[in-house]
Structures are given as C-alpha cells and as structure tokens.
C-alpha cells in the first residue's frame, strides 16, 4: 500500500519527523494493515496486538460486522451536528441507559472529553440546586483521566501536570492506599470523587475493597456525586458492562470511551436521572458528538458483544490470567505481581518494564509499559486462547532474554 507523499518506512519517518508534533515516541514499526489480533507492518511482518491501540480495537482488526457497518453508514450519511435529529443517537443512548442504569447519555469524541463532560454536569448539579459553594473534587493517587485542562487537574502524576500548571483549584488527591484516610477529604464543599474501578495508565491497579466501601461511606454521608471513569475499565472490557458495580461502586456519573466505537472516536457521560436533570440547553456541547458514524459504529460494538461475544470474556480472562501466573511462578525474581480483570491486565515487574516490551516487539507481540514497571496487556475481545498461548510464550522468552 503506497502514499503519493511516502512510499516507505524511511519516508514516512522522515514525514513524519518534519511536520507532525514531536510529543510521542513512536515504536520503529509501520503499521499498514491488520486482520483479527494481527497487525501487519510495511514489510508484511504480523504481530500479536495484545494491546489494541490502547484498548480501543475491542473487536480486533477489520472485523467484517464493524468494516460493513461503518462502510454502509459512510455511503449514507456521516454527519449533520446536534442542530438536527438523526435516528441513531437516542437509539445508542437508550442501550447505554439499560446496560449502565443510568439514565441520560451524553455523546462526545474522546475519553477526556467524556471525563471533562462528568466534571462539569457535576458542578452544574450543585449550581442547580444553589449550592454553588460546592465545587471540590477529590480524586486519587496514581489516577489519570485524561490530557484536557479539567481531566489533567485531577490527574495524579506531577509529569502530566507540572507544565500546564495552574489547572482547575480546588482539586485533592486521596491516596488510594489509605482508606481510612477518605472521609477526612469529603465534605459538603465536595462536588464530587472521581475514581477509576482499575487504574489503567497508573499500573493497572484494581480498586480495594476497603477504598470502595470508604468512598461510598463519603459519599453517602455528605452527599456527593461520585464519577467513574470506566474509559478504560468499561465496555465489557471486564466482562461486564461497566466494571463499578462489581467493586461495589454505583456511580452517578460514568465516562466512557475506548473500545465502545472499536476503533472509530467516541466518547460518551452517563449521567443518573437527577444529574441530567440539573442540566439545561446551551449547558455544554460539541460539533461532532454523536453523528451517525460514530454511533453506527458504537451499535455494531454493541450487537457484536450483545451477539454472544461477552460471553466469551471471562473464559478468556481466566485463560490469560492463568498464563500470566505461571509466568510469575516461572520467573518470581523478575515478576513482582500480576494484576486486573477480564482483559487488561498488568505484570509489575521488579525493574522497568521497557526492556520486555521492546523484546516482545521483536519477537512479534504488541504490549505497552505503563507506571514504569508495568507490563500491560488489553487484548481484543476476539482474541482465541491459542492466541493467549502464542503471546504468553513470546512474554516468556522476552522475559527470560532479560
Ligand atoms: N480516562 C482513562 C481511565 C483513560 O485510561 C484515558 C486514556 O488512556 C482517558 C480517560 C483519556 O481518554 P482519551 O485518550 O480518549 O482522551
């Protein structure tokens, strides 16, 4: 496959270096094609993809159900913007209403989007309601929500933050390894705790038992909302449909992103009855969220899963976790922990993960490093288990290369 302006790996480097913004590191590899969990580079090479663009190739690569639903929705109409009704929008949040239990959608493009969107009918709840005091969040160690202004001021990590310095006051970070200490944090100033059910870009780490209990306890004494962030954790990632209710959280508000549009952008805010009711026209709004492309495609996602494929996932997981163990077992000097659920999951490492990822990517296995130390995996829905077996062995002779 040839580009009139690059016609190979060197060129498109060489593009790229010039005119495109230098804020990723891009892996050396060149990606033209992919089929399935495999992805194909400019020499025709294929790789393993167990980490799907980052969680968002939730049904593998040209799937044939997405790749006819997206083609079929091109030739008929992409786009008209929220002036107009289309007839995919209400059907889309609808299913989103019965599969989160939360009332009203919200579209938009991107997981911070969706988070910025969860911050701001927050504050819009207690302005509503007069309690225009309230304004505080309270988030936690590790977390990352996002890159936008209102997403990054309740980001953890001082790296993402410190440059964009001042963000939005009025922000605390609990730490998520003390419990107890929650409910000092919480008061009737708080709008609202936003958590992660698993902490995705901080090392994959489930939240605790205690920590949800704690927050819940906040949140029922004083009242405040709580937001999850289930762009990474939710859209049957888990198994279930958002990962919340199984550490025993109920949000009010939920973000959503990722893998709902398979691979075509979309964000979405899932907000309980009286939250959406707090808002008026006018409140908040973006030109694309929600056209017909991106909802075609977020309803394909959902037939697919709906079809059978999450049905599939906790055997896969238990398949994965197993193999992942065993590494760990083989390998109890290098692999300090293994950790997740369903299908993302991370093995900490006792030094810094760089060296098996880039080992794996020579062997043929796409994996990211994340919080330093963390191998992490989020593999398609798709993926077989003899595909888990290919890429376990391939993580097993990279770590054993160390
Ligand atoms: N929230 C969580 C939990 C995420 O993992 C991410 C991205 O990694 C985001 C928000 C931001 O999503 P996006 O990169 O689509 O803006």
């Known amino acids: 496959m040839s580009h009139p302006l690059t016609n190979s790996a060197t060129d498109v480097r060489a593009v790229e270096l010039q005119h495109v913004l230098q804020i990723y590191r ?14 194909f580079d400019d ?14 190739a939730s049904l593998g690569h040209a799937h044939p159900a997405l790749a006819r639903a997206v083609a079929d929705q091109a030739a008929t109409l992409i786009h008209t913007s929220n002036l107009y009704f289309h007839p995919l929008q209400g059907e889309l949040a609808a299913r989103l209403a019965s599969l989160t239990g939360l009332e009203r959608a919200f579209f938009c493009n991107s997981g911070a989007e969706a988070v910025e969107a969860c911050l701001k009918f927050a504050r819009r709840y207690w302005h509503t309601r007069g309690e225009t005091g309230r304004t505080k969040f309270v988030a936690f160690t590790h977390a990352f929500h996002g890159r936008t202004m209102g997403a990054l001021s309740v980001t ?17 970070f609990a730490d998520a390894a003390r419990p107890d200490a929650l409910d000092a944090l919480v008061d009737g100033e708080t709008a609202a705790i936003i958590v992660e059910p698993i902490q995705g870009e901080g090392g994959v780490r489930p939240i605790s038992p205690a920590l949800a209990q704690a ?21 049957f990632r888990t198994g279930a449909f958002l990962a919340s209710p199984g550490y025993g959280l ?37 030109t694309y969220g929600g056209n017909l492309l991106a909802c075609r495609a977020a309803l394909t996602f959902l037939d697919v899963l709906e079809g059978g494929l999450r049905d599939t996932i906790a055997r896969t997981s238990a398949h994965l976790f197993a193999g992942l163990r065993a590494l760990a077992a083989r390998y109890p000097q290098k692999i300090a922990a293994v950790r997740g659920a369903g299908l993302i ?49 391939i993580l097993g002779a990279s770590l054993a290369g160390l």
């Open 26 to 39: 891009r892996f050396p590899v060149v990606f033209e094609r992919g089929e399935g969990v495999r992805l």
């Open 43 to 56: 020499r025709g090479r294929a790789y393993l993809d167990f980490i799907s663009g980052i969680g968002v």
């Open 156 to 172: 953890w990590d001082d790296h993402y933050r410190a440059p964009f310095a001042p963000l939005i006051p009025g922000v605390t």
């Open 215 to 235: 927050i819940d306890a906040a949140c029922r004494r004083t009242g405040t909302l709580l937001i999850a962030d289930e762009v990474q954790s939710g859209s």
């Open 250 to 286: 109920t949000p009010d508000l939920v973000a959503l992103g990722k893998a709902l549009g398979a691979g075509v952008p979309i964000g979405c805010a899932m907000l309980s009855g009286p939250v959406a009711a707090a808002a008026s026209p006018g409140d908040h709004g973006t």
């Open 345 to 393: 999951a991370g093995l900490d490492l006792t030094g810094d993960a760089t060296p098996v990822v880039n080992a794996a990517l020579e062997r043929g296995l796409l994996v990211n490093r994340t919080s330093g130390t963390v191998v992490r995996l989020l593999p398609p829905y798709i993926v077989a288990p003899a595909e888990v077996d290919e890429a376990m062995h």
